[in-house]
């Protein structure tokens, strides 16, 4: 069964601190991995897509890590701000289907106190 | 930023009711998505569709219908609603040749069932 499982499933950091979010899955044929930030209340907003041949990708705090033969991604956030407390959800794309198939993380949920 | 609209943001109706969250893109996007999220859980995809005149139930059993008439358009409607029905809805859209590109998300439709 195609999985994307996160964690923490919730973190604590103070104002200024880095953290690093963990996504692993089984999901296969691979196809793309995304990480999005979702706000309370909000819709997912895109992070970062990573392909199969990307290891790491940067997107101004945020450094995401693919290692496709571990199935493992991590969400580095450094220098933490206050607008940073949300959810983490990490999506994961197969292709083996014409529609690209989309699965979900139930997410990181961030909180950083100042 | 996403050209993805959700109308409307907040409902509150009564059990019987019949309900229908509007979901309008314009970016020409071809992939048209419904997501149910309950709070701190991941998305459930519930329909979807691959253009105009195609529609796909997920893997959510859902007791709501869709429509695509129009490539923009992509309402969900509910006959009856319940208080099972309370949750948030979200839509998303994606451009038809899934290489990497970002899903968008609309901002949500939170439904309470009373």
């Known amino acids: 069964k195609n999985q994307v499982e996160q964690s923490p499933q919730s973190l604590i950091i103070l104002e200024g601190k880095n953290c690093t979010l963990q996504?692993?899955?089984?999901?296969?044929?691979?196809?793309?991995l995304r990480w999005y930030k979702q706000d309370t209340g909000r819709g997912p907003v895109s992070l970062t897509i990573?392909?199969?041949?990307?290891n790491t990708k940067s997107n101004r705090r945020y450094t995401a890590t693919l290692d496709a033969d571990t199935k493992q991604s991590s969400l580095h956030i450094t220098a933490s701000q206050l607008s940073d407390s949300a959810s983490y959800i990490c999506?994961?794309?197969?292709?083996?289907?014409?529609?690209?198939?989309?699965?979900f993380g139930r997410g990181t949920q961030l909180t950083v106190w100042p | 930023e996403a050209d993805i609209y959700q109308t409307p943001r907040y409902l509150v109706i009564g059990t019987g009711k019949k309900i229908t969250l509007e979901c309008s893109q314009t970016?020409?996007?071809?992939?048209m998505y419904w997501y149910q999220q309950d709070p701190g859980m991941e998305l459930h995809l519930i329909h979807y569709?691959?253009?105009?005149?195609?529609?796909e139930k997920g893997d959510l059993s859902s007791e709501s219908t869709v429509s695509r008439i129009r490539t923009e358009h992509f309402p969900l409607t509910l006959e009856s609603a319940r208080p099972s029905h309370t949750s948030q809805y979200l839509c998303?859209?994606?451009?038809?040749?899934?290489?990497?590109?970002?899903?968008?998300f609309g901002e949500g439709s939170w439904l309470t069932v009373v």
């Open positions: 999506v994961v794309s197969d292709r083996g289907s014409t529609l690209g198939r989309l699965y």
């Open positions: 996504c692993n899955y089984t999901v296969s044929p691979f196809s793309n």
């Open positions: 990573m392909t199969f041949s990307e």
């Open positions: 970016m020409g996007h071809d992939k």
């Open positions: 569709s691959y253009g105009v005149n195609s529609t």
């Open positions: 998303a859209s994606i451009a038809k040749e899934d290489s990497g590109n970002t899903i968008y």
